[in-house]
């Protein structure tokens, strides 16, 4: 069946290219090969498994449309199979969907979508065009839980095999819903069976982990939708019953790291990644001690990002990597008093970012919101040192959830 959803994908994908990657093989000191369907037709693999499964309907079902429901990506490739094949489709997403991802959506539908905002999560809208398809009758296309998307999704890593010059020790995988994943486990499983295969979740929405611990499919109460592609609160029941029986490993990332890798990939490497994109290579970061001197394959599963992200994914990169801190310092009420700060408390390499004062005329000391950035972690401790030793009472933000969700 695999071998059946290539051949219907002849002339719509692409074969993206298997890139070598120096500066990351350098850091896993290994060699590291990334898999770009960041530039697929619609910047992200999802095109492949919407496009089987939609060419694959009978034509009388095909005629009355169809109804899909995603977070981006698979909005796009339903749309982009849809133009191709002449058929309308209705797509379901959450309104928190970056906008550039309903424009591009629009512009591969070519008239043949029709977009609706609902709920703020996938399963929102999941749950929504389900209840359409269930009236109206037309066919509903699952982004992960069904055989032939799956089969479509494990074309990546048929291409991977045909494009390897040696074996892998080990392949990274993002996962949202489970379809890539369980799609390149089977392909890898049967053809190159002794290359361990690791699935990579964010932290801020483990479902297939949480899935694994229970034993089946389980609905998360609530998740982080930073890496939006990649935010489902539920597994499909077919992509857990195959990861569970291929998967060797599951790994959670912080999204800080995810956010530290979208930037080195543009910074270093001129690619444009997506969270969900970038999820599976920040993984192998993560557990880079596992894969040093070994070969390894890591699928960019996207490049659909939205450019005004990028001063959050910047500031979260940094927060992580703890060269961002914020504090409410509590200024005398002199005249001076910044200046000392300044000159006695900062460090020759560091820098106020942010700051917010408001003088209150009957207090001895005002309170101030300083953001400070750093040139090295290790000159954290000696800033908080000064504070205390120049008399400069101050609270630390970056630890107080509650606060931070303002600034971040």
């Not at 994109?277 to 040093?292: C, E, Q, T």
């Amino acid at each position: 069946m695999i071998y059946e959803a290539r051949q219907s994908l002849e002339g719509v994908v692409i074969r993206t290219p298997l890139d070598y990657l120096e500066n990351f093989s350098r850091t896993l000191d290994g060699h590291l090969f990334v898999k770009r369907e960041d530039l697929q037709a619609v910047r992200s693999y999802k095109l492949r498994g919407a496009y089987v499964k939609i060419a694959g309907l009978p034509e009388e079902v095909r005629s009355r449309g169809v109804i899909c429901a995603s977070a981006g990506n698979h909005a796009q490739g339903v749309a982009f199979a849809c133009n191709k094949l002449n058929t309308a489709c209705r797509i379901y997403m959450p309104v928190t969907t970056p906008s550039q991802k309903l424009k591009q959506v629009n512009f591969f539908g070519n008239e043949q979508a029709e977009i609706i905002l609902i709920g703020d999560t996938y399963d929102e809208a999941y749950r929504a065009a389900i209840l359409d398809s269930e009236t109206s009758g037309q066919a509903f296309i699952h982004p992960f839980d069904d055989q032939s998307v799956i089969n479509g999704q494990a074309t990546v890593a048929m291409e991977i095999l045909s494009q390897a010059t040696s074996p892998f020790d080990y392949i990274l995988v993002p996962i949202g819903g489970g379809g890539l994943a369980a799609g390149t486990a089977t392909v890898f499983k049967a053809l190159s069976p002794n290359t361990r295969l690791i699935g990579v979740e964010p932290e801020g929405a483990p479902s297939m982990k949480a899935a694994f611990t229970a034993g089946k499919p389980v609905l998360l109460d609530s998740i982080d939708s930073f890496t939006d592609g990649a935010a489902v609160k539920q597994v499909g029941n077919l992509t857990y019953s195959i990861c569970k029986d291929l998967l060797d490993d599951i790994i959670t990332v912080p999204e800080g790291l995810i956010c530290e890798t979208i930037l080195r990939l543009y910074n270093e490497n001129a690619i444009v990644a997506e969270p969900a994109g970038a999820l599976a290579l920040a993984g192998a970061v993560l557990m880079k001690s596992k894969l040093w001197g070994m070969t390894t394959a890591v699928v960019i599963s996207g490049g659909n990002n939205d450019i005004t992200r990028f001063p959050e994914i910047k500031e979260k990169a940094l927060l992580y990597a703890n060269l961002k801190h914020y504090f409410i310092v509590r200024f005398p009420q002199r005249p001076g008093a910044l200046k000392q700060f300044v000159q006695d408390v900062l460090g020759p390499d560091d820098d106020i970012v942010h700051f917010e004062y408001s003088k209150k005329t009957s207090r001895e000391n005002g309170p101030a919101l300083i953001g400070i950035v750093l040139k090295r972690s290790s000159d954290f401790e000696p800033l908080v040192k000064r504070m205390k030793e120049k008399n400069f009472p101050a609270e630390y933000v970056n630890d107080r959830v509650e606060l931070m969700q303002f600034l971040i």
